[in-house]
């Protein structure tokens, strides 16, 4: 990593992989702005990790670039995302198509928007997205999950090429099934442990946090692009997932 590396957002920073995240940077030591809904969540983050909370829904970028006005980001991690129903396209309310466009591909090309002037200037930073095999991959029920992720994908191939010649790397993470509170509304009455997780052995938030880790690791010339990571048991298409042992 770049030892000029010094200041951190982490988006979604109260739960799953956001979580996992933060605790991970500041061992880098660096100074993490968490960005999370949960003032609660955020407090005992901020307590336990030392974390800088910023209570903020993540479509609110101007509340965001209010609390980062003066802050040399180097580092920005855009990890909140929502699957609020993996319903038939035709059944799916519009709010939710608004919802899942807005926090899923929006959001970070916004708060993307708001750190990159300062690091194209310093020539420094880099730039990390969630993805997801949803956006890579069609899916029964994701008709806006999925092309909002396919979105925030493309942005990414997209910010490489406006970005030749800055040093600012840009990595996308591309996970499949994670164990995280993702699905906890796109699947009825509170069944989304027991039908995505139990019996299975699915990737922990941990485990793309070490990922994210090893990738801002390497020498600031060397750029993951892309990394696509799936539990063991799950075909990469993500079509399909085994039980473990399989039956």
Known sequence: MSDTYRVAVVTGATS????????????RGLDVYAIGRNEAQ????????GAIPVQAD???????????????????????GILSTRAAFQDIDPAEIDAMVDINLKAPMHLTRIVLPGMVSRKRGHLIYIGS?????AFPGMGAYGPSKAGLSLFCDNLRCDLLGTSVRVSEIVPGRVQTALYRTSIPDNQASAVLYDGYRPIQPENIAQIINDVIALPVYVDVARVEVFPTDQATGGGSMVRFPAS
Not at 42 to 49: G, I, N, Q, R
Not at 133 to 137: L, N, Y
Request: hydrophobic share 50%; no cysteine.
């Open 16 to 27: 799953g992989i956001g979580k996992a995240i933060v605790p991970m940077l500041r061992k």
């Open 42 to 49: 955020l407090a005992e983050l901020a307590k336990t990790s």
């Open 58 to 80: 993540v479509r609110d970028t101007a509340r965001i670039g209010e609390a980062l006005v003066g802050v040399e980001v180097d580092i920005l991690v855009n990890n909140a």
């Open 133 to 137: 095999s949803g956006g890579q991959a």
